[in-house]
């Protein structure tokens, strides 16, 4: 599998350890949205086995429907929130800074200790009728720090793809060229993060501290979204001088 390749290539670098390289399967909370659906198709393409969640079951089979048209051999299933939430150990969260709260609340009954939430959220002003480049102030420091609130202490909340545009996610003609920045207290969980994420070529995980970081990932989202405004484009970061 030339995509194991790589991330064997990418993952023996100084960013992150090597570990386990057996790809792991993941739920994706929000996948019949525009992140979690390009999310889906990506990882899905890498090899990996991908639950869709959505409020309605329907939608999600619908989904991984989709997936499984665009990705040949993909192995994909759709179900409800709190059956995505339940299926894997880790879950990717991709909800809209509105709904991130209620949408936590909901699964938390589903979820088990020492199940990985990945949050992908960005608290976008636009979610309540502000500005898209502009973020709303959220009292725990960032929407990742309120995530890990919510869901407990048994359960980690790791934050990352805040800079992943989903329309580069979802074209899979398009070769992604970037970093997205990995943000958790535990380095073992950021590394078990960037050995899923590492998966998708052209996507390179980097370790961006603890999770109270978040604060700095997530307010660069609308930064990128005033230079995709501008110059018309689908923006990522990419850090220079990093080794390996
Ligand atoms: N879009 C991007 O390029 C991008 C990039 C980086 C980070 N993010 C972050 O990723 C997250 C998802 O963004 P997105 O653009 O993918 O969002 P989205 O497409 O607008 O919505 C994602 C999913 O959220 C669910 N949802 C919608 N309204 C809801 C409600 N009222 N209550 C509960 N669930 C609801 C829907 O799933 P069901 O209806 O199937 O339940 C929907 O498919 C956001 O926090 C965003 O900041 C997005």
Redesign the pocket.
């Known amino acids: 599998m030339p995509n194991q390749q790589s991330a064997e290539k990418r993952l023996s670098s100084p960013h992150f350890k090597r570990v386990d390289l057996s790809p792991e399967p993941v739920s994706i909370i ?1 996948g ?5 659906f390009g999310l889906a198709l990506r990882l899905a393409q890498a090899g990996l086995s991908v639950v869709i969640g ?3 079951p329907a ?2 089979i619908e989904a991984a429907g989709r997936v499984a048209d665009g990705v040949a051999g993909a192995t994909v299933i759709g179900l409800s ?1 709190a059956d995505a939430a339940a299926a894997n150990e880790m879950v990717i969260f ?4 509105q ?1 991130h709260a ?2 936590l609340q909901a699964i938390v009954p589903s979820l088990t200790s020492g199940q990985l939430l990945v949050d ?3 608290p ?1 002003a636009a979610t309540v009728g502000g500005r898209a480049t502009r973020v709303l102030g959220v009292w725990q420091g960032s929407a990742a720090q309120q995530a890990q609130e919510i869901v407990g202490s048994t359960v980690q909340v790791v934050s990352a ?2 800079s ?3 329309s580069h996610l979802t074209d899979l003609a398009v070769p992604l060229d970037e970093d997205t920045l990995i943000c958790g207290d535990s380095k073992a969980d950021r590394e078990r993060v960037a050995r899923v994420l590492g998966l998708i070529p052209g996507l390179r995980p980097v370790h961006g501290g603890p999770l109270e970081y978040s604060r700095y990932t997530e307010q660069m ?1 609308p930064l990128l979204i005033g230079l995709n405004a501008r110059y018309k484009t689908a923006a990522g970061i990419r850090f220079t001088n990093l080794p390996g």
Do not use: C, E, M, Y
Not at 94 to 97: D, K, L, M
């Open positions: 929000g019949t949205g525009a992140l979690g959505s409020r309605d939608r999600a929130n991709a909800i809209p800074f709904n209620q949408t992908t959220t960005v976008l793809l805040h992943v545009a989903a989202t």
